[in-house]
């Protein structure tokens, strides 16, 4: 499972990659387009906006994979493995009942925009609430896992410190 996961979060990052050439194509062939030319791409702008939304919950999904996100835990590493190892849990179990949340406001979203296009390009606006949902469901993926992992004994890792669960 491990592999599979990793295997996904290079996927992820190419898609990132991908969307961050397409808003560099389309902004700066729209500059060039309306300096030069005086004319422009008209959807430029709105799948610019929604190629930076799309990357930037990608983004988050990585962050979580790999602990990127803020997290002070200066205390934490003080307690005893077994604390340590019930705040873990507890910290995750608090990020999967806000992943739900997310994502059942995002899903809510999305079918109350299926049927709204968006202004420039006709697609439907629930397009961009999508991005919600996908990272709600995909970020529960990696946080389960890593609770899979406290509860099976396998090593937890975070961006400081290894918490061994055989200790």
Known sequence: M???I???????????????????VLVFTNVVLRYS??????VSEEL????????????????VREKGHLNVDSLVRRLPVLAQKVC?????????????????????Q???????PAPMTG???ATVYL????????SAVVVVFDLYKVFSGAPVSDAHTTLNIAD
């Open 88 to 108: 873990h849990v507890l910290m995750e179990g608090i990020v999967l009942y806000l992943l739900w949340l997310f994502g059942s406001g995002s899903w809510q």
């Open 6 to 24: 990793d295997v996904s979060m290079q996927i992820l990052k190419g898609m990132m990659a991908l969307l961050l050439a397409g808003m560099v």
């Open 123 to 125: 697609l439907p606006m």
């Open 37 to 42: 030319f005086n004319s422009g791409i008209s």
């Open 48 to 63: 610019s906006r929604w190629f930076m939304i799309w990357m930037t919950f990608l983004a988050a999904i990585v962050g």
């Open 131 to 138: 991005a919600g949902l996908v990272f709600s469901l995909l």
């Open 2 to 4: 491990e592999k599979v």
């Open 110 to 116: 999305v079918v109350i925009n299926l049927d709204v």
